[in-house]
Nanobody, 118 residues
Framework: QVQLVQSGGGLVQAGGSLRLSCAPSGRTFSIDTVGWFRQAQGKEREFVATMKWTGGSIAYANSVKGRFTISRDNAKNTVYLQMNSLKPEDTAVYIC???????????WGQGTQVTVSS
């Protein structure tokens, strides 16, 4: 079993930057893929970014491409989502996730609120 603990987020003005962190623990050796999702109030959860736990195979939603960067610090065993040029429409609860095996994302973080003011 994998546990994910998130940190970061908060309130920022449009055009600003924030960085989210996600620290897996437990059976981290079983992680294949990590990702970030977000859910705005009244909307369905949507994909933001993903990467292989060992690096590579990075992909982004079109809405964040060129502004957000997913990365991993191997020494800290932490995954980051660097968010630049933030827009009010980026306001949402951001959730990190991990995929172990072939059954899709099966571990989820607690979520963190990101609010972008205009």
């Amino acid at each position: 079993q994998v546990q994910l603990v998130q940190s970061g987020g908060g309130l920022v003005q449009a055009g600003g930057s924030l960085r989210l962190s996600c620290a897996p623990s437990g059976r981290t050796f079983s992680i294949d893929t990590v990702g970030w999702f977000r859910q705005a109030q009244g909307k369905e959860r949507e994909f933001v970014a993903t990467m292989k736990w060992t690096g590579g195979s990075i992909a982004y939603a079109n809405s964040v491409k060129g502004r957000f960067t997913i990365s991993r610090d191997n020494a800290k065993n932490t995954v980051y989502l660097q968010m630049n040029s933030l827009k009010p429409e980026d306001t949402a609860v951001y959730i990190c996730a991990a995929m172990s095996g072939s059954s899709g994302y099966n571990s989820w973080g607690q979520g963190t609120q990101v609010t972008v003011s205009s």
